[in-house]
């Protein structure tokens, strides 16, 4: 709304401007091994993806922030949990983790170079008993 200085440089008002959350998320400052793709570093840190925390945020932050925050995440998790719940995954025969190309690409969302590709097997086996209901 108003020109301000931020670290040395001068921004004039009314200037629009991008946040990098790509090179924010792989910032070795913030970030230990930030190269590397390893979920497990959030189990025991208080990064809140929310946007409460500059560190992450993939839902932007501050009143920018995405409205339908909780929809998302509680879509995700739902439909997660689903996938997990109902199926075994594995690679298929012959691949093994050490195989797996997890390079991204950069765009305006994030997705693997490769596709993943697995095999999803029924946890829990088909009932056909009630094929043809009777109304």
Not at 7 to 15: C, F, L, M, S
Not at 16 to 39: H, L, T
């Amino acid at each position: 709304m108003e020109e301000v200085n931020i670290d040395g440089y001068n921004i004039p008002a009314k200037t629009r401007f991008f946040v990098n959350a790509w090179a924010i998320g792989r910032d070795p400052e913030s970030w230990e091994n930030p190269y590397v793709f390893e979920p497990e570093r959030f189990i025991c840190r208080t990064v809140d993806f929310k946007g409460q925390h500059f560190e992450l945020i993939p839902f932007g932050a501050g009143r920018r922030s995405c409205p339908a925050i909780t929809f998302g995440t509680a879509s995700v998790e739902l439909a997660l949990a689903q996938l997990l719940h109902s199926f075994d995954w594995e690679l298929p025969p012959g691949i093994t983790a050490k195989d797996l190309d997890m390079t991204e690409v950069f765009g305006i969302a994030m997705h693997r170079i490769a596709d993943l590709i697995v095999i999803a097997k029924p946890r829990f086996p088909l009932d056909h008993t009630n094929d043809n209901p009777k109304i």
